[in-house]
């Protein structure tokens, strides 16, 4: 990951200042961001709400005793499958139309589930 190029006594923002940028007013709460780390962009990403919390499980295939798929899908036709391979411990990967670009169905990539692009959900999301 980039390390940053101001010393660590030098912020372009005051403790006040952020702690008031990290303040919701409207529901008088202090707020927080999670952020997830993309190893490929070598960049952190924003972790939305709809990446994962609104998908529903349409199919589930365990094609070998160490291997399953996943298939999720949301209201809005997004989708994502996840590989769970418990070979040499358990790895967990997604594909989705990020890592997939030809495949903008659901259909077509639950098809394809084995042939598809998987990476980590930072590469993924």
Same mark, same amino acid.
């Given at each position: 990951?980039?390390?940053?190029?101001?010393?660590?006594?030098?912020?372009?923002?005051?403790?006040?200042?952020?702690?008031?940028?990290?303040?919701?007013?409207?529901?008088?709460?202090?707020?927080?961001?999670?952020?997830?780390?993309?190893?490929?962009?070598?960049?952190?990403?924003?972790?939305? /709400? =709809?990446?994962?919390?609104?998908?529903?499980?349409?199919?589930?295939?365990?094609?070998? *005793? @160490? %291997? !399953? #798929?996943?298939?999720?899908?949301?209201?809005?036709?997004?989708?994502?499958?996840?590989?769970?391979?418990?070979?040499?411990?358990?790895?967990?990967?997604?594909?989705?139309? /990020? =890592?997939?670009?030809?495949?903008?169905?659901?259909?077509?990539?639950?098809?394809?589930? *084995? @042939? %598809? !692009? #998987?990476?980590?959900?930072?590469?993924?999301?």
């Amino acid at each position: 990951m980039a390390q940053p190029t101001k010393p660590t006594h030098s912020t372009k923002y005051s403790n006040q200042n952020i702690a008031n940028l990290g303040f919701d007013t409207d529901f008088n709460v202090p707020t927080t961001e999670l952020l997830s780390y993309d190893p490929i962009g070598d960049v952190l990403k924003r972790v939305t /709400t =709809n990446a994962m919390g609104e998908y529903i499980t349409n199919d589930v295939a365990e094609p070998s *005793a @160490t %291997l !399953t #798929y996943v298939g999720k899908e949301d209201a809005d036709g997004d989708w994502y499958i996840q590989s769970i391979d418990t070979t040499s411990g358990t790895s967990i990967r997604f594909a989705t139309e /990020t =890592n997939n670009p030809t495949y903008t169905t659901y259909a077509t990539a639950w098809a394809d589930r *084995a @042939t %598809l !692009t #998987y990476g980590t959900y930072g590469s993924a999301f």
